[in-house]
């Protein structure tokens, strides 16, 4: 375990919506790497506590942070709370996300303000807050790889993704060297419990690599963003090839051509 001492010298990084599912493996997976983590959650309480307790018995210091990041005047508290607490913080994981399955016909101006807020406006106000309050250090956002489709069907969520990757190059421009900035965008890695078997493995069938991605792939992304110093506002696609399936309709892919 480690002493007063050590924790104030310790590198800490601050996980968004880190209680559960990609987020937590993200953030035990940091503990592993030496870092104390302040985990964010907006309202899996139970689960947050239950994941600091694992990553505390993983010898890291670990404290819980609730915040609704969809209220962006807070944020910069959220940011002042964690440093206070973790001195040595030298990361920030911007995981959490909110995800809604509209068009925009179908969208209600809340479910458009939830996504434009948390998944976009969230990591840039604490990016920038990070970036004023740390040294040095790196920024990793998580996105997906829908960012490279055009689904009409996801529109307020695929909208406020691929702006994450706006804000991911230019905070990249404006904080080097100091600070680096890169995302990861996964593929089918963890869908969701309403999925079919059936539908996974169709998804599967479209991959190229033909194989389901699995929290490790991730993580082995994550490392490299941080190991290496010369990556710099990019993102890292991490699906398979999935993303590079864009071929489209034509006469040549048409069912009765021959």
């Known amino acids: 375990m480690t002493d007063a001492s050590d924790a104030i010298r310790a590198p800490a990084v601050l996980v968004t919506g ?12 940091l503990a592993r790497r030496g870092y104390d983590v302040a985990l964010h959650y907006g309202s899996s309480e139970d689960a947050a506590k239950e994941t600091a307790r694992t990553i505390r018995e993983e010898g890291r210091q ?6 609704d990041l969809a209220d962006l005047e807070g944020l910069g508290t959220l940011l002042d709370q964690v440093r206070l607490a973790f001195p040595g913080l030298s990361l920030l994981v911007n995981n959490a996300s909110v995800y809604f399955e509209r068009r925009m016909t179908t969208t209600t101006p809340e479910e458009l303000r939830a996504c434009l807020h948390v998944n976009t406006a969230a990591p840039y106000l604490l990016t920038a807050a990070f970036a004023r309050g740390v ?4 920024v990793v956002n998580i996105i997906d790889n829908k960012i490279h489709f055009h689904q009409v069907d996801y529109a307020p969520y695929v909208i406020s993704k691929q702006a994450l990757v706006e804000v991911t190059r230019l905070s990249a421009l404006e904080f ?11 593929g089918v890695v963890m869908p969701a419990s309403s999925r079919s078997d059936d539908y996974v493995q169709w998804r599967i069938d479209g991959i190229p690599a033909r194989k389901q991605g699995d929290r490790e792939h991730l993580l082995m992304a994550l490392d490299y963003l ?3 110093d010369f990556v ?3 993102v890292l696609t991490v699906d398979g090839g999935e993303g590079l399936m864009r071929e489209g309709r034509h006469f040549g892919n048409y069912p009765d051509y021959q």
Do not use: M, S, T, Y
């Not at 880190?18 to 997976?29: D, S």
């Not at 080097?176 to 996964?186: G, S």
């Open 62 to 67: 670990c404290r819980i942070f609730q915040a």
């Open 135 to 138: 040294k040095r250090g790196d």
């Open 232 to 234: 710099c506002g990019q």
């Open 176 to 186: 080097a060297p100091d600070i680096r900035v890169n995302a990861i965008a996964p």
């Open 226 to 228: 941080l190991d290496n």
């Open 18 to 29: 880190g209680a559960v599912r990609l987020g937590r493996a993200f953030a035990l997976h």
